[in-house]
T-cell receptor, first 112, second 115 residues
Framework: QQQVKQSPQSLIVQKGGISIINCAYENTAFDYFPWYQQFPGKGPALLIAIRPDVSEKKEGRFTISFNKSAKQFSLHIMDSQPGDSATYFCAASNRGANNLFFGTGTRLTVIP | NAGVTQTPKFQVLKTGQSMTLQCAQDMNHEYMSWYRQDPGMGLRLIHYSVGAGITDQGEVPNGYNVSRSTTEDFPLRLLSAAPSQTSVYFC??????????????FGSGTRLTVV
C-alpha cells in the first residue's frame, strides 16, 4: 500500500502563480518529510525538508506547510517560473528507518 | 564530478535475458539503494544496502538480485527479464538511510525496455 499519498498527479500553473502540491500519510512514526525535484532525464534531487516540530519551513520561493494533526504536508511554490517545470515527489520516513517512502509524484508545468 | 554513476543509460532486452545494471558512487556513502520509476507509481524501492556486505529487500524485490562487495559499487541484476520490468531504474546513495541533511544523491537513470 502507498505509505504516502500525493496529489494532484499533474498541475499546470501560469507564470507568477502559486503551485500547491499536497501529501498525506498514515504512519504517525514518520518524523522526516522531504520533497524532491526531478527534471526530465535526470534523477530526483532534494529540494527542501521539514521535521514535525515546526509547522512551516521556507527556502526562497519554496515553502513546506505541515499539519501534524491532519497528517498532511504540502509544497507551495510562490511566483512559479517556467524553470520550475519538473516532477515533484514528497516523501516520509523516520530516524532509524532504512529507507524513504515516496509519493507518486506531481508533474508541474509552468506556462509563460 | 563526484556523484552516482549508472551504466548503461539505455538497454533493450528480450524476455528471459539477464543483465546487470551498474551503479558506482565516489562519495564514501554507506547507504545505497535501487528504485524503479513507473508512470503514476512514483519511485518504488527494489533493494537497499546500509553498508558493504549488507543488503535487504525493498517494496518490489522479485526478479532482482543485488550484492555489495565494496562501499562504492551496488550492481542490480535482472535474473530473467520480463516485460513488467520495463521501467526507468535509479540508483541512489546517501550518508544516512533516509537522506538526512543532504538527501539522496541519485544517478541519472537507466531506461530499460524488455520486449
Amino acid at each position: 500500500q502507498q505509505q504516502v499519498k500525493q496529489s494532484p498527479q499533474s498541475l499546470i500553473v501560469q507564470k507568477g502563480g502559486i503551485s500547491i502540491i499536497n501529501c498525506a500519510y498514515e504512519n504517525t512514526a514518520f518524523d522526516y518529510f522531504p520533497w524532491y525535484q526531478q527534471f526530465p532525464g535526470k534523477g530526483p534531487a532534494l529540494l527542501i525538508a521539514i521535521r514535525p516540530d515546526v509547522s512551516e519551513k521556507k527556502e526562497g520561493r519554496f515553502t513546506i506547510s505541515f499539519n501534524k494533526s491532519a497528517k498532511q504536508f504540502s509544497l507551495h511554490i510562490m511566483d512559479s517560473q517556467p524553470g520550475d517545470s519538473a516532477t515533484y515527489f514528497c516523501a516520509a520516513s523516520n530516524r532509524g528507518a532504512n529507507n524513504l517512502f515516496f509519493g507518486t509524484g506531481t508533474r508541474l508545468t509552468v506556462i509563460p | 564530478n563526484a556523484g552516482v554513476t549508472q551504466t548503461p543509460k539505455f538497454q533493450v532486452l528480450k524476455t528471459g535475458q539477464s543483465m546487470t545494471l551498474q551503479c558506482a558512487q565516489d562519495m564514501n556513502h554507506e547507504y545505497m539503494s535501487w528504485y524503479r520509476q513507473d508512470p503514476g507509481m512514483g519511485l518504488r524501492l527494489i533493494h537497499y544496502s546500509v553498508g558493504a556486505g549488507i543488503t535487504d529487500q525493498g517494496e518490489v524485490p522479485n526478479g532482482y538480485n543485488v550484492s555489495r562487495s565494496t562501499t562504492e559499487d551496488f550492481p542490480l541484476r535482472l535474473l530473467s527479464a520480463a516485460p513488467s520490468q520495463t521501467s526507468v531504474y535509479f540508483c541512489a546513495s546517501s550518508y544516512s538511510s533516509i537522506g538526512l541533511l543532504y538527501g539522496y544523491t541519485f544517478g541519472s537513470g537507466t531506461r530499460l525496455t524488455v520486449v
